[in-house]
């Protein structure tokens, strides 16, 4: 019950869900989905380890960034019917298209040059 539960608040908040969406799109560093969403850093970070505490994304360092992907769930099958599902679901909505399209004029190497 507390994988599941965990995976389900997760995905309560908006933009939780928008950083899935986003990241289906490629790997992401906190930079850019700051950027994209125009939220605080230490908010982002904030959600990232949310996500990631449930099972549906993971990270890797490579110098001083750390990026973000999902995962196939493989912790929890709560994560992977879920991610999975995320796939499909919301394609059309409004919110997650504006974030996508703010994720387009994202530039990594600028934002992340400091």
């Given at each position: 019950m507390q994988e599941f539960t965990k995976v389900m608040k997760a995905l309560s908040d908006p933009n939780?869900?928008?950083i899935v969406k986003m990241?289906?799109?490629?790997e992401l560093c906190?930079?850019?989905i700051k950027a994209?969403?125009?939220?605080?850093q230490s908010t982002v970070s904030k959600h990232l380890s949310i996500l990631e505490a449930a099972?549906?994304?993971?990270?890797r360092k490579e110098g001083l960034w750390v990026y973000y992907h999902?995962?196939?769930g493989g912790?929890?099958?709560y994560a992977a019917v879920l991610v999975g599902c995320l796939r499909h679901w919301l394609e059309e909505d409004a919110e997650v298209l504006e974030s996508r399209r703010h994720l387009?004029?994202?530039d990594r190497a600028t934002l992340c040059r400091d």
């Open positions: 939780r869900v928008k990241l289906q799109q490629r906190v930079c850019e994209a969403l125009g939220l605080a099972g549906m994304i993971s990270s999902l995962v196939n912790r929890t099958p387009t004029g994202v």
